[in-house]
C-alpha cells in the first residue's frame, strides 16, 4: 500500500503542472482580452462622451482648467441653436425619406443579384463578380464627371437625342437636384457600396441548404418563385443587415449629395455648412469670423443632433443586428 501511494503521487505530479500551467494561461488571456475590450471601448466611446460634454458645455468653460467632462454650468442653448441653423426638422425628414427609399431599393436589388450569383450558373459569372468586386475598392469619386453628365442629360443609347433631332423639342430629363440621383442607382445595382452588398447575400445564399430550392422546384415553384417564396423569407438576418450598413451609408454620405442634389440639404451638407450658418451667432457676430471655441461647442451639438436618430435605430435594432451578423457570416 505504501508503494502504491507513492506511485500515485508520482503519477499526480505532471498532471498537477500540466493544470496548473493551463489555469495560468486562461488567467493570463482574460486579463489580455479584458485589456483589450477595455482598450476598444475607450476608442469608440471617447468621441461620442466628449461629443455630449461639448454639447451641452457654454464656450467659455472649453479653455477652463477646472472643466474636465462635467460642465459647471450646462446649457441647451448649443442645441437650440444648432437646430435653426440647420433647420433640423426639415433636413432630417429629408435624409430621413432619402436614405430609406434607397436603403430599401438596394436591399431589394442586391438580393435578387446576389441570389442569381450565388444559385445559377451562367456563362461568364466568375468574370461578372470580380467586376462587382471591383466596384467595391472602386472610389467613386473616379466616376463623378461621367455620372454627373448622365444625370445632367440622360439618354440611354442616344434614343432621346435622335427624337429631339427629329421632333425639335426638349426630351433629355435633367436628373440634378431630383431624388432619382438617390433612387435609380439603387435600383440598377449600382447605389452606395451596392458591391459588398451583393457580396453578403452571395455568401449567405451559398450557406443556405440547396434541398430548400429543390424542394420548391418540385412543388412546382419557377425560379422566381422560389426565391420570393422561400430563399427571401429565410433571408431576413441578412437583410437586416444590408439595410443597417445601407442606412448608416447614405446617412453619412457627403460627396453624393453635394455633387448631385445640389440645394437639397441633407445631414451631412448641413453639418458641413453649419460654421457658415447667418443663425449661428455670439454676441452678435457670426461664428465665421470670430472664437473658433464658441464655433466648436455648436459644430459637436450639431453632430449629435446628426448621429442621434442613428443611435436610436440601433439601440431598437442592436438584438438583432448581432444575431444577424452572426448569420450571415462577416465575423470571422
Known amino acids: 500500500m505504501l508503494f502504491g501511494a507513492a506511485n500515485r503521487k508520482l503519477n499526480a505530479g505532471p498532471g498537477l503542472v500540466y493544470r496548473t500551467k493551463r489555469k495560468g494561461a486562461q488567467a493570463a488571456w482574460s486579463v489580455f482580452r479584458a485589456c483589450l475590450l477595455i482598450g476598444a471601448s475607450f476608442v469608440l466611446l471617447y468621441p461620442v462622451l466628449y461629443m455630449l460634454s461639448t454639447a451641452i458645455k457654454p464656450p467659455k468653460e472649453l479653455t477652463d482648467p477646472s472643466v474636465a467632462w462635467i460642465a459647471k454650468n450646462p446649457t ?167 439595410f443597417l450598413f445601407s442606412m448608416v451609408w447614405y446617412w453619412n454620405e457627403y460627396f453624393f449629395p453635394q455633387m448631385y442634389l445640389g440645394g437639397v440639404q441633407v445631414m451631412s451638407t448641413s453639418l458641413a455648412m453649419l460654421r457658415y450658418s447667418p443663425l449661428l451667432k455670439h454676441n452678435g457676430l457670426n461664428l465665421a469670423s470670430n472664437d473658433p471655441y464658441q464655433y466648436a461647442t455648436k459644430l459637436q451639438a450639431g453632430v449629435l443632433l446628426s448621429v442621434l436618430p442613428l443611435l436610436i435605430m440601433y439601440i431598437f435594432l442592436q438584438r438583432y443586428f448581432t444575431e444577424s451578423i452572426e448569420r450571415t457570416g462577416i465575423v470571422g
Open 76 to 242: 441647451w442653448d448649443n442645441i437650440q441653436q444648432a437646430v435653426r441653423a440647420m433647420n433640423y426638422f426639415r433636413t432630417l425628414l429629408t435624409t430621413a425619406a432619402l436614405s430609406l427609399c434607397s436603403s430599401i431599393c438596394q436591399v431589394m436589388v442586391c438580393m435578387m443579384v446576389g441570389y442569381g450569383f450565388a444559385r445559377f450558373r451562367f456563362r461568364g459569372r466568375g468574370f461578372v463578380f470580380a467586376l462587382v468586386i471591383f466596384t467595391i475598392i472602386l472610389p467613386q469619386q473616379t466616376l463623378s464627371i461621367p455620372m454627373y453628365l448622365n444625370y445632367q442629360n440622360l439618354d440611354f443609347l442616344g434614343i432621346l437625342g435622335f427624337l429631339e433631332e427629329k421632333l425639335g423639342t426638349d426630351l433629355t430629363p435633367n436628373l440634378l437636384g431630383t431624388v432619382w440621383v438617390y433612387i435609380l442607382p439603387a435600383i440598377l445595382g449600382m447605389g452606395l457600396r451596392s458591391g459588398l452588398f451583393i457580396f453578403i447575400f452571395r455568401q449567405f445564399f451559398r450557406g443556405m441548404p440547396k434541398e430548400l430550392g429543390d424542394a420548391a422546384r418540385i412543388d412546382g415553384c419557377g425560379a422566381f418563385q422560389t426565391f420570393a417564396r422561400v430563399m427571401a423569407p429565410n433571408a431576413s438576418g441578412a437583410i437586416l443587415t444590408v
